[in-house]
């Protein structure tokens, strides 16, 4: 359970850092800097302090910078040209450092944007920056990734190996608390010697120039203002740079590490998520759980896909919708189709790819990353730990995890809505006459778009790499481009599961409904329709076994003939039936006499009358809580979530309004599929959503510790309350939605 850990950890960690009572600044220079804290700090603006602990490595990094000097050595980037230009040597190494910065501020941004700043709007946890669209989302980099950007370098200068002075390292780090946040190009960056020119503009603020601009607060909203102006209104000194210091901000991974760090917090939650909506689709395709069997993964030990098998087992405890290993499969397909029955093997190499991601941005964000470095020696050591190629492979991954992933999740849905392979749900997931309601056809339609897009967007950076720069820069890893195309992925990819979650949440009701209404109508089957006990010789076991076999029939004829309207489908199951009946009454070997049979067709006819008497009043009555009780551990979860804290109902047609305007039961007119989506998505953006997908995870991983030490309880409770209902839990939930406002 490596990644559930590293996931489960990681939110937990989140959580602390947000939850604003009483809690502790975040101490930088003394620690090691995690994901879950970047996030903190740029999306949720958690307070940060400077450890007094790392400045005397600070400062005698500079003063070996100084010493060098002195001694004649030739540093590059200090007394040397930079890249293909280090063949020259100079004396004016404040200069130098002014060079530096004045080349490198060349990136295109929009610096006239609406002083409201709609593009900073809520900070969410499973977002990057809202897409507000215009200039601005083209040209400028979300103001998160920027204060992540910005935590992310001071984390490494505060390793005193940069030879920076103390008083730079406390000016930048003063300019974070302050909520001063670097307005940086999107684009110009190709990551080699690392993000230099994105980092060119963090820099400049701290000389203060008047063409310099910065996001500053101006009560709930923020709006951009020269470095100057800004300063000064947080009372912050600006400095000039000695020798390497403007050097020593630029060159670094920093931008592309720290935006790498806000896509992989929200790609967590995006795996998490494909996993809780594969066990949903299991329950909602009438799967089993046989697939996910621990046999498989002892036989085939990739540990990734033991982790995937072992969460799905978990998931569907208590569900009444699937079949359950080794029961009755004389009907039907034995084994389900790929989608579910190999989920395991595709989504645990995927789940180990994220591992892999994850401590790749992990270790990037805490190293050290500038060239050169000042050894403990201070001798002076030129590298490559600039170059990012760890964030493009980590990213590049993780685009292709979830390419992968919603690809499962676009079958599953396809599935769901075809009434050839979900098992006998009505196509397109209606709940009305299939010959006039085509509900969620265009949701299909939009998640083949959504999953297309998704499939663009999961090729690698690195074949497109350019040489630049005289050919100095010949290898570059793109790591920042790669960076922000895997945010454009994740959004994607949310919008996907939206769908998947509304059509999810509306298949389980009509199984739910299914079912509810075929324990209804079996006893009045058996009075109304089926032989009677009388009617066949022998013992009762005999006439048992005629009549469910008869029962079995019509069920199966009726989920057969689910693309039919609701008249039609019995009548002709029932068709169905009669006929068996009578050929039954053709065969001595039964002990069914023909007599039985004057009045067959009438009773078929009024057997009818009932089936669709009985199916309109179970749709009619149906609500949330007929559908709880038939759900596994996970589902419950999502889909209370969705019907009773996002309003989400069961979709249904009402009678239509003015023009003709199509209305759904129980919402307001005008509401459409659209909105209903729409809602789901920004949960999920906003975070909200994922609260209940972690509960989850953290469930599963608890559940499997305890199996391990020997602990579980006989009846399988794991310590945790999955009642989706109760008190407990909802107080919970909302301490955790509390921490996230």
Not at 349 to 378: F, G, R, W, Y
Request: charged share 20%.
């Amino acid at each position: 359970m490596a990644y559930t850990s590293t996931i489960v950890h990681n939110w937990n960690r989140f959580l602390h850092l947000v939850d604003r009572t009483g809690a502790e600044p975040l101490s930088i220079g003394k620690t090691s800097l995690d994901l879950a804290s970047i996030a903190a700090v740029a999306r949720y603006n958690k307070s940060t302090v400077l450890s007094q602990s790392c400045l005397d490595q600070v400062t005698r990094s500079a003063q070996s910078v100084t010493a060098n000097l002195e001694a004649g050595e030739t540093i590059y980037a200090v007394n040397t040209g930079v890249g293909a230009s280090a063949n020259t040597r100079t004396k004016a190494v404040e200069g130098l450092q002014q060079a530096i910065i004045k080349h490198l501020n060349c990136g295109i941004l929009n610096i006239e944007h609406d002083s409201d700043n709609r593009a900073c709007g809520p900070r969410g946890i499973l977002s990057a920056e809202p897409t507000q669209g215009g200039e601005y989302e083209l040209l400028n980099l979300p103001p998160s990734w920027a204060k992540a950007a910005h935590l992310v370098r001071i984390n490494a200068l505060a390793g005193g190996r940069s030879g920076i002075r103390a008083e730079v390292l406390h000016t930048l780090v003063k300019i974070l608390q302050a909520d001063i946040t670097p307005n940086i190009p999107l684009r110009g960056s190709i990551s080699a010697s690392g993000d230099l020119s994105p980092l060119s503009y963090l820099a400049a603020i701290i000389q203060g120039g008047p063409g310099t601009q910065v996001w500053v607060k101006d009560g709930s909203t923020r709006r951009l203002t020269s470095a100057g102006e800004a300063l000064a209104r947080a009372g912050i000194q600006p400095l000039a740079f000695a020798p390497k210091e403007a050097l020593s901000i630029v060159n670094g991974t920093a931008v592309s590490a720290g935006a790498a760090a806000l896509a992989m917090q929200d790609a967590h939650g995006c795996t998490a998520l494909g996993q809780i909506l594969t066990a949903m689709a299991v329950e909602a395709l009438n799967g089993t759980d046989e697939s996910f069997d621990s046999y498989l993964a002892e036989v085939r030990p990739h540990p990734g896909q033991a982790e995937a098998a072992q969460n799905m087992l978990h998931f569907l405890k208590d569900s009444k919708l699937i079949r359950r290993a080794n029961t009755d499969n004389t009907n039907g397909l034995r084994q389900d189709r790929y989608s579910l029955r190999t989920a395991p093997q595709w989504l645990g190499p995927e789940i180990e790819n994220m591992l892999l991601a994850h401590k790749q941005i992990a270790v990037e964000c805490d190293a050290i990353t500038d060239n050169p470095l000042i050894k403990d020696d201070s001798s002076v050591l030129q590298g490559g730990n600039f170059q990012a190629y760890s964030v493009t492979s980590a990213m590049d991954k993780t685009r292709a995890a979830l390419h992968a992933i919603g690809r499962m999740l676009y079958q599953q849905s396809a599935e769901l809505m075809n009434p050839i392979m979900n098992n006998g749900l009505p196509p397109n997931l209606t709940a009305d006459e299939p010959s006039c309601d085509f509900l969620f056809k265009g949701i299909d339609v939009a998640s083949a778009s959504y999953q297309s897009e998704l499939a663009f967007l999961s090729h690698g950076t690195t074949p497109f790499v350019m040489v630049a720069e005289h050919g100095n820069q010949s290898l570059n890893s793109l790591g920042l481009i790669s960076t922000r195309y895997t945010h454009r992925a994740i959004d994607i990819y949310v919008q996907l599961c939206a769908n998947s979650i509304l059509a999810l949440c509306q298949a389980l009701d009509l199984r739910a409904a299914q079912l509810k209404f075929e324990s209804a109508f079996e006893p009045l089957f058996y009075t109304k329709l089926c032989l009677d006990t009388n009617d066949i010789s022998g013992n009762s076991k005999e006439a048992a076994d005629v009549r469910q076999r008869l029962w079995l029939l019509f069920k199966t004829s009726v989920r057969e003939k689910s693309s039919l309207d609701a008249q039609d489908r019995f009548s002709r199951s029932l068709c169905a039936v009669v006929s068996s009946m009578q050929s039954l009454s053709l065969d001595p070997s039964n002990g069914v006499t023909s007599s039985s049979y004057a009045d067959l067709n009438s009773r078929r006819a009024a057997s009818v009358a009932k089936a669709l008497e009985l199916y309109k009043a179970t749709l009619e009555q149906h609500s949330i809580e007929d559908t709880l009780p038939f759900l596994g551990r996970a589902s419950r979860r999502i889909y209370s979530f969705v019907r009773k804290e996002l309003g989400v109902p069961f979709l249904r047609s009402d009678k239509p309004g003015p023009q003709g305007i199509p209305k759904f039961r129980g919402v307001e007119l005008g509401t459409t599929i659209g909105t209903f989506v729409s809602r789901i998505y920004r949960a999920l953006k906003r975070g909200e959503m994922i609260v209940p997908v972690m509960e989850c995870l953290e469930d599963a991983m608890q559940h499997e510790e305890k199996a391990t030490d020997g602990a579980v309880k006989k009846n399988g409770h794991n310590g945790v309350h999955m009642d989706g209902e109760s008190a407990e839990y909802m107080n919970g939930r909302a301490k955790k939605r509390k921490a996230l406002d």
